[in-house]
């Protein structure tokens, strides 16, 4: 099963982490820290031409959406793409 997460990018259930609101962890000093870091190391993939509203992350990357989390997860719920 595969979590579509916006402009053509899915990701296997298998890889998926977490998956974190970027309202709330933006204000995580850690959280911002980790993401900041990832993005240095090329580890951020973005899904979105917009304000990315959540963060995926998966096996080794960070993928920034432009869904909400709730949304994302009426998808895994829903059963993805196959």
């Keep these: ?3 579509h997460l916006g402009q053509d990018k899915v990701v296997p259930y298998s890889e998926i982490v977490g998956v974190f609101d970027l309202d709330n962890t ?3 000093v850690k959280a911002a ?3 900041n870091q990832a993005e240095k190391e ?3 993939v973005l899904c ?3 304000l990315p509203k959540s963060a995926v ?3 080794g990357r960070v993928y920034l959406s432009q869904l909400a989390p709730s949304t994302l997860l009426r998808r895994v ?3 993805g793409y196959e």
Excluded: A
Aim: glycine content about 14%; some cysteine.
């Design 33 to 35: 820290r980790f993401i």
């Design 1 to 3: 099963m595969y979590l």
């Design 48 to 50: 979105t031409d917009d």
């Design 26 to 28: 933006t204000y995580n």
């Design 42 to 44: 090329g580890r951020v």
């Design 57 to 59: 992350l998966c096996d």
């Design 77 to 79: 719920e829903g059963g």
